[in-house]
């Protein structure tokens, strides 16, 4: 079955940790993309990659860290940089660099501050 | 700024009784407009795509329509099994979310 694996499902980090948060995809898509969802709103853009060894920032880039060193795979760091990272966390591909196609997304990482 | 304001926020409806979600947006040189379906603690999973004003799209009880500022999600008889957050989002160079609309239908 094709599809996106997001790991862990549930993650918990100590003030002043950084962790990673695992994207893998087999759908052969070239576009990447990790975005966040605060409860009750909407998802906000961290990082998008359209190609291996590059990527952009989105509109919430301060504080993660990604890179894109195989095309399957998109790992995304969150720094102890970003002061509140509690959040949920979606990593999301699609096969149309220009974003004119629909994303698939991972099932979610939901990330805790302990 | 590209914007996408959806509404409203919640809504309650009883099995059967039909009803419409509203995504309004404002960006330049629109490429797509998506509709996702988001189940609590899932990722979003892709309904429809409409790239131009007048298109629609159907699928089963949903019905996706476009205009030049606004999108509608059309929910004809719906069934317990269809609550869940509806999210609309724009593309233009990116993608846009809005906050989303979240239906509950009660039998």
Known sequence: DGGITQSPKYLFRKEGQNVTLSCEQNLNHDAMYWYRQDP?????????SQIVNDFQKGDIAEGYSVSREKKESFPLTVTS???NPTAFYLCASSIDLAGEAE??????????VV | EDQVTQSPEALRLQEGESSSLNCSYTVSG?????????????????LFTLYSAGEEKEKERLKATLTKKESFLHITAPKPEDSATYLCAVHAGKSTFGDGTTLTVKP
């Open chain 1, 103 to 112: 994303a698939f997304f991972g099932q979610g990482t939901r990330l805790t």
């Open chain 2, 30 to 46: 629109l490429r797509g407009l998506f509709w996702y379906r988001q189940d609590p603690g899932k990722g979003p999973e892709f």
């Open chain 1, 81 to 83: 940089a970003q002061k």
């Open chain 1, 40 to 48: 009750g709103q909407g998802l906000r853009l961290i990082y998008y």
